[in-house]
Structures are given as C-alpha cells and as structure tokens.
C-alpha cells in the first residue's frame, strides 16, 4: 500500500517565485521537484494528513503531487484539496485557490462531489484541507498538495 500525504504551507517573500518557494518549505518540499499529475488516486493507496512532509529522499529528485495553489499581491491567499476514496484506496481529488478560505472549501467540495457523480464507485471516506495566508509583505502564497510516495530519481 502506498502513502499519499496530504502537505501545507504558506508564505510571503519579495516575489512570487520566491513566496512559492518559500511556502514549499513550510510544507517540507522544497527541495524536490514537483510534476503534477491529474487527481486519481491509484488502489491501494492511504491519503494521511501530515502538514510537513517528513524526508521523501534525496534533494533534486521527482516528487509527484497534486497541487491546489494561490499566489497573489496585496492580498490574502488560500488554497485546497479534498479527496474521496473507495475501500480499497481507489478515489479522487479536487483542487483550488483563491483569496477566501470558505469560498475555496466551497469549491473543492462541490467539484470533488462532481467527480464522485461521475464514477460508479462506492466511496467511504473524504477529505478536506483548506489553508489561508494572510497578506504580506510583496506576494503571499498558500499551497495544499498531495504528495504521492517517495522521490524518485531525475536522471
């Protein structure tokens, strides 16, 4: 069975790569490089909750996610992710962003209850995690992401 986790984090930096960066870090990967997939969740998979990420494997690897993010100037930022799977692991996510945390929840429900109609599968549990960052300084970004296993190797 594999482990996906669920991570967060936010921040606020001179730019808005460095602001992006910099909430990385608050989630514990910023020292990977991070390609996006869709929202399936393959079975046999567990979707836990962890905030930080532990150590995933060595600096400059792959780490496959699935990312709800917001970066925005002179303002608040949020972002989300809610899932749904069936007993044996198989289920979805949804993800959004925006300013407003509520607004983003809104969002990630309805569009995660959408792509529950779509599928005849019997889902068992869901998931929801919304993260706000208040404005800062220069620009904001709030990240949620779901980080699927282990870093793997680049080259």
């Known amino acids: 069975m594999g482990t996906i986790r669920v991570v967060w984090g936010t921040a606020s930096a001179p730019t808005a790569m460095s602001s992006y960066d910099a909430a990385l870090a608050d989630a514990g990967i910023e020292n990977y490089n ?27 690897e ?3 996610v699935v990312e709800g993010r917001s970066t925005v100037e002179d303002g608040p930022a949020a972002a989300g992710l809610a ?7 198989t289920g979805l996510f949804y993800e959004s962003s925006g300013r407003a945390g509520e607004s983003v929840r809104e969002e990630v429900r309805a569009g995660l209850r959408a792509g529950m109609d779509l599928r ?4 068992v549990d869901e998931g929801c995690e919304v993260v706000t960052a208040d404005s ?3 620009f904001t970004t709030a990240v949620v992401l779901a980080v699927y296993g282990r870093s793997s190797p680049l080259l």
Not at 120 to 123: I, V
Request: charge should be negative; hydrophobic fraction near 40%; glycine fraction near 14%.
């Open 34 to 60: 991070l390609v996006s997939v869709s929202s399936v969740i393959p079975s046999d998979a567990h979707v836990e909750r962890v905030g930080t990420a532990p150590d995933l494997g060595p600096v400059g």
């Open 62 to 64: 792959r780490l496959t």
């Open 83 to 89: 899932w749904a799977t069936t007993e044996d692991g």
């Open 120 to 123: 005849d599968w019997a889902f």
């Open 136 to 138: 800062g300084d220069g």
